[in-house]
């Protein structure tokens, strides 16, 4: 059985439409689970009485808290295959079958597929013909919309179209919670743990989905938002020192997001804003990874 887990706040109607084509799949063995995050009951609402077959659990207070809401999926899910998908994503035909498909054999612990940005312009376009591949210096290279014409091994899955097997995400612990503002990295993270687990992550582009972008809180998707930038910078940090050793660590530190090139050619208050942001971001990011090497 595959588990479809699905976060959510306040989206009800973008879930409605998920759920909508996840029913027209043709492939009968998995289970819907909502975990909802929301201020208002409209989400528990259209699930009592559109989806009582979906199985369904509320996350008070959980502003913003998408690795708990997904850790609270894992715990309760009954499927062998756990798979993630945003509340804004539409999964295209053939979806579960080639998710099913993907795991051939016992060390494939994740499989992941084609993700088409509906409302945003080419995203994660690269330079690089690489697909889900992490550099040296922490950049990640996504390029999840490109069709490589085959399955094959990739570093890391994008958080909207992402499967595991169960097994693998009890041994990894489930997503790490200290991840914060945007969460950006969460999923990042878990595919790292997979992999030092000895399991190998698959890229199956016929497993697509199409990702509508519904709008998001807090964190906003404007290049120069001061707290966009500080998140990220939070998260890549910690992110790396957790992981690596601190010589990649220092790479990413001084190599990676700081802006400071640019703002140079086109210097400006926006620009500038992101440097700091950027700056108290890897501070703040530094003093969490050391916290996590201490207590571990």
Known sequence: MISIVIPTRNRASWLNDCIQHLLKQEYDNFEIVVVDSSTDEVTKT?????????????????????????NIGIKHAKGEIVAFIDDDSLVQDGWLKACAESYTSDNIGAAGGLIIDKNVENSEGYS?????RLTYNGTRIGNFFKDPGRIIEVD?????????????L????????????????????????IKK???????NPKMAVIHTTAPREIVMRKTYDFKRNFYIARNSTYFMIKNFDLTRTMSYIFTNNTGIISFFKK?????FTCIIASIFGKITGFAAGIKFKIIR
């Open 46 to 70: 259209v699930i009592s009485q559109k989806y009582p077959q979906i199985r369904y659990f509320f996350l008070p207070n959980g502003l913003n808290k998408r690795p708990e809401s997904k």
């Open 128 to 132: 690089s013909e690489a697909i889900g």
């Open 156 to 168: 890391h899955l994008r958080g909207c179209n992402m499967s595991f097997k169960k097994s693998a």
């Open 170 to 193: 009890v041994k990894a612990g489930g997503f790490d919670i200290n991840y914060t503002g945007s969460n950006v990295l969460e999923e990042t993270d878990l595919c790292i743990k």
């Open 197 to 203: 687990l000895g399991y190998k992550i698959l890229f």
């Open 267 to 271: 210097p400006g208050l926006r620009l």
